[in-house]
């Protein structure tokens, strides 16, 4: 099986057939969503909250995100790999923005990357696009507004507010974006926008009519337990397994059943 690539995140929409993407970070866990058959891995800057420990988004930095994706490039045989553009790498002007998002090519062996923002990053995605770097737009909740936004809210859900957000995916796909990825915005708008784009649209908590899916991998296997968002779905609960086998660990080294002799050299 060959990689995925950006044509077949565009011949999946044309043939109906979804989109599967989910985040990692880090090399054992790479290496299972690949396993999985999961078309596209997103290395998103959420690994600030679900790796690191952060508050939110923003303290990642461009020198972490370029490290997360090493790890998971040397692990995937068949995902396309998209890095995300971390707080203050593309914001600042369309320089940084391509020399940051070349980083992850050339450093990181990414074979796209994502930004957030929709009019607002309209030059930065012009611009990547012509430099051959394939970029995914965000719009929707974009959690590295949070400031402004005030908090991790539904977006589009006022006539006004959705008519924006229609004009912004234009925009960005206009602007040269291979795809779109819709955050926590009503599905029936998800829907309009999906029907009247040519580039897929990816969502997360933006209902079943995107042309894919996203969700944060430490959601959906139960590694993150500071909240669930709504739309996400949590599949397994591999902190509560690991605590389990980490208990019996130590309670076995206190009643001197492990090591035992199987696990001892004669
Ligand atoms: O950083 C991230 O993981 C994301 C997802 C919410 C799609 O942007």
Excluded: W
Aim: some cysteine; aromatic content about 8%; glycine content about 8%.
């Amino acid at each position: 099986m060959s990689k995925f690539t950006v044509q077949d995140f565009l011949n999946k929409k044309k043939n109906g057939s979804k989109i599967t993407m989910l985040t990692a970070y880090d090399y054992p866990f790479a290496q299972i969503v690949d396993a999985a058959g999961i078309d596209s891995i997103l290395v998103g800057d959420s690994l600030g909250m679900v790796v690191q420990g952060h508050e939110n988004t923003l303290p990642v930095t461009m020198d972490e995100m370029i490290y997360h994706t090493k790890m998971v490039t040397r692990a995937v045989k068949n995902a396309m790999v998209i890095g995300d553009m971390p707080f203050m790498s593309y914001q600042t002007g369309i320089y940084d923005a391509v020399r940051n998002a070349g980083r992850f090519l050339k450093e990181a062996g990414a074979a796209a990357v994502k930004l957030e923002g929709g009019a607002e990053s309209a030059e930065q995605i012009k611009a990547m696009s012509k430099s051959d770097i394939p970029v995914m737009a965000h719009i929707g909740l974009t959690p590295q507004s949070i400031h402004r936004t005030g908090g991790y809210k539904v977006q589009g859900k006022s006539d006004e507010a959705a008519k924006r957000l229609i004009e912004e995916a234009r925009i960005v796909e206009n602007a040269g974006a291979f795809a779109l990825l819709m955050e926590a915005i009503p599905m029936e708008l998800a829907r309009t926008i999906t029907e009247e784009l040519t580039i897929p649209t990816i969502g997360i908590g933006a209902g079943p009519y995107c042309n894919g899916q996203i969700l944060v991998l430490h959601d959906v296997i139960g590694l993150f337990e500071r909240f669930l968002p709504k739309f996400a779905k949590q599949y397994t609960n591999l902190k509560t397994e690991a605590l389990n086998a980490i208990i019996t660990y130590r309670e076995e080294i206190e009643k001197g059943v492990f090591p035992s002799e199987d696990e001892s050299f004669k």
